[in-house]
């Protein structure tokens, strides 16, 4: 196999593993968030949007021979199989564990629209991403917000977790200050847009049957 005429989560994990890399190496490798790897592997179906493909396009063709014998040899097994990447063995494969930030500023709650190609898909959300191994989910809940948004914040409390109904994932809920910065859309690959919301107007964005009812309760609460 030369070439790949469309990448989907099943492809990209399989050159992860034929580079031999860390969800973490990958998605530095590719210059994407590391979210967007675990959800690869969650989602091997997944068709990724066209500048990723690009991106997975010219690593594939700048890998190594070796890298690019050990690609077709794991997809042919994959295939032979009827198997996918998951059962490719991955430095730090884990279930998906997210964080997420409920980030209050006096009458606001910060908000960001992922970028979805799935018309039905989740679109505004709160600040989220993807717990490391080993790492403290409240590190992570700190760091990506700073990462996606450019605002810093404190965790305050731990609301609680649940298997989140549509996507599946494991999330840990956090209820956080706000502490400096502009808010900002600071990662546009995995983001649209960045805002500061109303806290009595979340359930336009976010339905509110799919709201962690704990959620619900902190905004309410908030003075």
């Known amino acids: 196999m030369d070439v790949i005429e469309v990448w989907n989560g099943q492809y990209?994990?399989?050159?992860?593993?034929?580079?031999?890399?860390?969800?973490?190496?990958?998605?530095?490798?590719?210059?994407?968030?590391?979210?967007?790897?675990?959800?690869?592997?969650?989602?091997?179906?997944?068709?990724?949007?066209a500048e990723i493909q690009q991106l997975l396009d010219s690593v594939y063709e700048k890998a190594s021979a070796a890298v690019r014998q050990r690609f077709q040899l794991l997809t042919a097994s994959s295939t032979a199989h009827d198997?996918?990447?998951?059962?490719?063995?991955?430095?730090?494969?884990q279930a998906l564990r997210v964080a997420i930030a409920i980030v209050?500023?006096?009458?606001?709650?910060?908000?960001v629209c992922r970028r979805s190609d799935d018309a039905a898909g989740?679109?505004?959300?709160?600040?989220?991403?993807?717990?490391?191994?080993?790492a403290k989910p409240e590190v992570a809940t700190v760091r990506e917000t700073l990462a996606e948004t450019g605002v810093?914040?404190?965790?305050?409390?731990?609301?609680?977790?649940?298997?989140?109904?549509?996507?599946?994932v494991?999330?840990?809920?956090?209820?956080?200050?706000?502490l400096a910065g502009e808010a900002h859309n600071s990662d546009v690959l995995e983001n649209v847009d960045v805002?500061?919301?109303?806290?009595n107007s979340v359930t336009r964005f976010i339905p509110a049957d799919r709201i962690f009812p704990p959620i619900l309760a902190a905004l309410e609460e908030q003075t």
């Open 122 to 134: 989740i679109t505004w959300q709160f600040p989220a991403g993807v717990v490391k191994p080993g």
């Open 104 to 111: 209050i500023r006096a009458e606001d709650v910060l908000m």
């Open 12 to 49: 990209a994990c399989t050159l992860q593993a034929a580079l031999r890399m860390t969800n973490e190496a990958f998605a530095t490798h590719l210059g994407i968030g590391i979210r967007t790897v675990a959800t690869w592997h969650a989602d091997p179906t997944i068709v990724p949007r």
């Open 152 to 168: 810093h914040i404190a965790v305050r409390q731990h609301l609680g977790s649940r298997l989140h109904p549509i996507t599946g």
């Open 195 to 199: 805002m500061w919301t109303p806290r």
């Open 170 to 178: 494991m999330c840990e809920y956090f209820l956080c200050e706000y």
């Open 83 to 93: 198997s996918t990447p998951a059962a490719v063995s991955v430095p730090t494969a």
